[in-house]
């Protein structure tokens, strides 16, 4: 198999690569206080095209320390970035599709799951890993409401060590 070539959406992963402290805040529901969380994250490249993300950080409610794991890369054929989450806290492996915006700062990664009410409904959720500047990245997550609005239930703003 012929090697593949990395394009401006994997030089773009590239970006990502390094050691990072996080400040985490989640939402916790109706008249719950946020929960806020302190973590690092270690990110490499395998190869010149995925970059893999693998972070930990305390979990709410004095749960311990939960272990997270990302692999982002870009698929040409699809013409969309690509990957999965998966963390110690929880059995389902979030599948990621997704696109960067057009000034080159926001990757929107689309991915589906159950809905926080526990009625067994799958619902949308969207991650987005915004670069601030060269040692600062946000991720937050959302998910799409039944009124058609994605509501934000967790921010995290990572610092490039």
Known sequence: MESTKPLAQHRWLQQLAGEWTMEGEA??????PPSRSLGTESVRMLGDLWVVLEGQADMPAGAGTGHMRMTLGYDPQ???FVGNWVGSMMTLMWIYEGQLDAAGKALTLD????SFAGDGRTVRYQDVITLVDANTRTLHSQTLGEDGQ???FMTATYKRQ
């Open 78 to 80: 699809r013409q969309a």
């Open 150 to 152: 994605w509501k934000r």
């Open 27 to 32: 939402d916790m529901g109706p008249d719950q």
């Open 111 to 114: 991915t589906e799951g159950p």
